[in-house]
Every structure is written in C-alpha cells, then in structure tokens.
C-alpha cells in the first residue's frame, strides 16, 4: 500500500524487565474518582456512573522523560494516577470479567492547564486543550499482570522537589478499576492497546520549571520527572 505521506511512527511504552514495547492506541481517563479529589475539585463525591475525557496517544511521556511546561498556561498541575492497559477490547463488558482486558499497569501523570480547564467549565467548552495537549500524558513502564497481579489495593503518592502532596490508596477509588473499564466499555468499543488513567487522590497542585515530580504506587515501584522550559 502507498501513502501520500509517511504513516506515524506506532506510540509505544517500554514493558518493565524486558525489551519489549507495549503499543499504545488511545488513552482514555476517568474524571473525579477518589472522594477527596472530588472535594477539593468542588464536587459532591456522591457516587454516579463515571466520565470520561481522553487524550491523543501522541501526548504520552514515556517513564522518566523531562516534562515541557506547556505554553499558553500559568497553572500547570500534576494529578499521579495508576493506569491499566488492555490486551483484549470488547463492549458491554460485565465488571466481573473486565480485569480479564488487562494485560498490565503503570503509573501515570495526568498532567492539566488548569486554568484553561476552569475556564472552559465557565464557558461550556470541551477540555481538550487543557487535557490533551503535547506531553500531557506521562506514563512508566508496562509491568505485566504475569508478573505483579492485579493492582487493587496499595499506596499511591506524588512528591514535588521531595516534599508528598498525594497520597491515598488505590483502594480509595469511587469505581474499582473493573468498574471503570465496564462503564467505558458501554461508551467505546475498547481495543487492546487502550490505556485507561483510573483518577487521581487529592492533593493536586501547580508545577514549575525545575521541579523534580516522583510518583510511587505499591509494587510498580515508581517513576521521577524533571518539569523544564520548553
């Protein structure tokens, strides 16, 4: 087959302790979903069915990479999440078979032009550029469920120059991961190679060039990011 341009190199994360590469379709996320977050957000906590918003995959970040502060913003802000990736998709799937899509997790930042999302929530408009933008999705190695299970429970923290702002459980979540994969599932016919960012605990706050952000989640180990001027 001949293209009038050349096709995109594929979007892929590393598979921790292999030479593997996991390739990336889409990246979706879950909005508001650890009660605290929720709270500090503005919003009752109450539990109703999940929202999404995604990301291009072209956003990703991949493991320890710098992160370039964004332009058009001065509230650039970190929100540390664990985030699933699936082998298999499907539609309408039951929460008791979702985990059955997941072939591994990471830990993720889903980094925000906060200000360009308070204003957009003002104005009615999409949050896509305030979510979605050039290196907003940073993301670590894949460990595979083969190696460290399915993570339901454990620690999750972010740090900022060695001083935690986050820190929760990822049994804190409003919906289990199976949940959030079922709800998506009934919104998008899922495909392997999705990534899925699952919520963030509270505790979010602004980034400036020259922070150093660590992120921990339980047997993921964790990941440091190094924030710089574009």
């Known amino acids: 087959m001949t293209y009038v341009l050349a096709p995109p190199a594929i979007v892929s994360l590393p598979v921790a302790g292999s030479d593997l ?3 990336v379709r889409r990246i979706f996320c879950v909005g508001r979903n650890y009660a605290e977050h929720a709270r500090e957000m503005g919003y009752d906590p109450e539990r109703e069915p999940p929202f999404f918003f995604d990301k291009p995959a072209g956003a990703l970040i ?3 990479g710098d992160v370039p502060y964004p332009s058009q913003t001065s509230r650039l802000e970190h929100e540390a999440e664990l985030v699933a990736a699936l082998a298999q998709g499907g539609r309408d799937v039951d929460p008791s078979s979702a985990l059955d ?4 997790y990471a830990i993720g930042n889903d980094l925000t032009r906060r200000d360009l999302q308070a204003e957009a929530k003002k104005l009615g408009r999409p949050w896509t550029m305030a979510k979605g933008f050039d290196g907003s999705a940073v993301c670590g190695p894949i460990h595979p469920v083969a190696h460290v299970g399915h993570v339901t429970s454990g620690p999750i923290s972010l740090s900022v120059n060695e001083l935690v702002r986050q820190s929760g459980a990822i049994s804190d979540m409003i919906w289990t991961v199976s949940e959030v994969i079922a709800a998506l599932s009934k919104l998008v016919e899922l495909k392997s190679g999705d990534l899925i960012y699952t919520g963030t605990p509270s505790g979010v706050g602004p980034l400036v060039p020259g922070d150093i952000v660590e992120i921990s989640i339980g047997v993921l180990g964790s990941i ?3 924030v710089r001027h574009r």
């Open 62 to 64: 991949e493991g320890n």
């Open 224 to 226: 440091s990011n190094r």
């Open 101 to 104: 899509l997941v072939w591994g």
């Open 21 to 23: 590469r996991f390739p």
